[in-house]
């Protein structure tokens, strides 16, 4: 079982920048290749960004590819997700998830959660 936790949320100015971190409990993180989602008020939670167990591997949501980074640091139990140049629309609950099947935007292949940050972008 892995337990996820979120922080590093907040409110920032269009332009600017946050970095999230999600710290994971238990002695398994590296085998997991974990994502990024997020859900914006009475919308679906989308898909932001995965990267692979190793680090290798990353994919982006195209409305984030070029401003966000996904990474991540097994010998912390932590994966990262740099924001730059925020936008209005960036504005949501940022939740990290772990896949024990490989890198993937579906919800479905996310096997555990964590509660959530929430980020909000001014305009």
């Known amino acids: 079982q892995v337990q996820l936790v979120e922080s590093g949320g907040g409110l920032v100015q269009a332009g600017g920048s946050l970095r999230l971190s999600c710290a994971a409990s238990g002695r398994t993180f590296s085998s997991y290749d974990m994502g990024w989602f997020r859900q914006a008020p009475e919308k679906e939670r989308d898909f932001v960004a995965a990267?692979?167990?190793?680090?290798?591997?990353?994919y982006y949501a195209d409305s984030v590819k070029g401003r966000f980074t996904i990474s991540r640091d097994n010998r912390k139990n932590t994966v990262y997700l740099q924001m730059n140049s925020l936008k209005f629309e960036d504005t949501a609950v940022y939740y990290c998830?772990?896949?024990?099947?490989?890198?993937?935007?579906?919800?479905?292949?996310?096997?555990?959660w964590g509660q959530g940050t929430q980020v909000t972008v001014s305009s």
């Open positions: 990267i692979s167990w190793s680090g290798s591997i990353t």
């Open positions: 998830a772990a896949n024990p099947g490989g890198s993937s935007a579906y919800r479905s292949d996310y096997k555990y």
